[in-house]
Nanobody
Framework: QVQLVESGGGLVQAGGSLRLSCAAS????????MGWFRQAPGKEREFVSA???????YYADSARGRFTISRDNAKNTVYLRMNSLKPEDTAVYLC?????????????????WGQGTQVTVSS
């Protein structure tokens, strides 16, 4: 069973930065597709970014150019560096794990989810 624990959220002013971390349990991390999603109050959960087992990266249009996803397989951890944050980035950010040796195709690939970490960006 894969467990995902996010950390690094908080309150930041617009234009600021945060780095989210997601620590994963399990032996298959290094081969797993990993992703970040977010959900704001009253809105659907939306894709933010993903990274494949061979470090190919994928970004939503809203994240491209401001966010950077990375992974450290030795630490079983995936990161999301967020720069130039905007109030509309305010949401709960969730880490997700998908199958082995997969490229990102869509949200349905992810089968394990963390509890999320709150990011609040003030104007």
């Amino acid at each position: 069973q894969v467990q995902l624990v996010e950390s690094g959220g908080g309150l930041v002013q617009a234009g600021g930065s945060l780095r989210l971390s997601c620590a994963a349990s399990g032996r298959t991390f290094s081969s797993s597709l990993m992703g970040w999603f977010r959900q704001a109050p009253g809105k659907e959960r939306e894709f933010v970014s993903a990274i494949s087992w061979n470090s190919r990266t994928y970004y939503a249009d809203s994240a491209r150019g401001r966010f950077t996803i990375s992974r450290d397989n030795a630490k079983n951890t995936v990161y999301l560096r967020m720069n130039s944050l905007k109030p509309e980035d305010t949401a709960v950010y969730l880490c997700a794990a998908g199958g082995a040796h997969n490229d990102y195709v869509g949200p349905g690939q992810f089968v394990h989810w963390g509890q999320g970490t709150q990011v609040t960006v003030s104007s």
